[in-house]
C-alpha cells in the first residue's frame, strides 16, 4: 500500500512563484517538499490554537461562570484598549524621522 498521493493544486502566480525560489535557492529539493512543510506548519498552528482554546479559554471561561463578578465590561475593554492603542501610537510617532 502506498505511503503517498499524489495531488494537483493550483496556486497563485505570486505562491507559485514562492515555491520555485525555495527550491531554487536550495532550500528544499522539490517543490512537494514546499508543500509539505507548509502543511506541517499549518497543522502545528492549529494543534497549538486547539491546545490554548482547551487549556487557556477553557479555564477563562470555568473561572467566570464559577464567579460571574470576574467578569469586566465590553465599555472598560474598550477603554483600555483604546488607551494602549493611543500609547503605542503616540510612542511610534515619537520614534518616526523627521523630516527637515
Not at 500500500?1 to 505562491?15: D, G, K, V
Not at 502543511?39 to 497549538?48: E, G, K, Q, T, Y
Not at 470555568?62 to 460571574?68: G, M, S, V
Not at 484598549?81 to 510617532?93: C, D, E, Q
Request: aromatic fraction near 4%.
Amino acid at each position: 500500500m502506498r505511503s503517498t498521493q499524489q495531488f494537483s493544486i493550483t496556486l497563485p502566480n505570486e505562491m507559485a512563484e514562492a515555491v520555485r525560489a525555495k527550491v531554487a535557492a536550495g532550500e528544499y529539493a522539490t517543490e512537494s517538499e514546499v508543500i509539505r512543510d507548509g502543511l506541517r506548519a499549518l497543522l502545528a498552528r492549529d494543534r497549538a490554537v486547539e491546545e490554548w482554546l482547551r487549556k487557556d479559554v477553557a479555564a477563562a471561561y470555568d473561572k467566570l461562570e464559577a464567579d460571574p463578578s470576574r467578569a469586566v465590561a465590553v465599555g472598560a475593554v474598550k477603554a483600555r484598549l483604546a488607551a494602549t492603542h493611543a500609547k503605542a501610537m503616540t510612542k511610534a510617532t515619537k520614534s518616526l524621522p523627521v523630516k527637515a
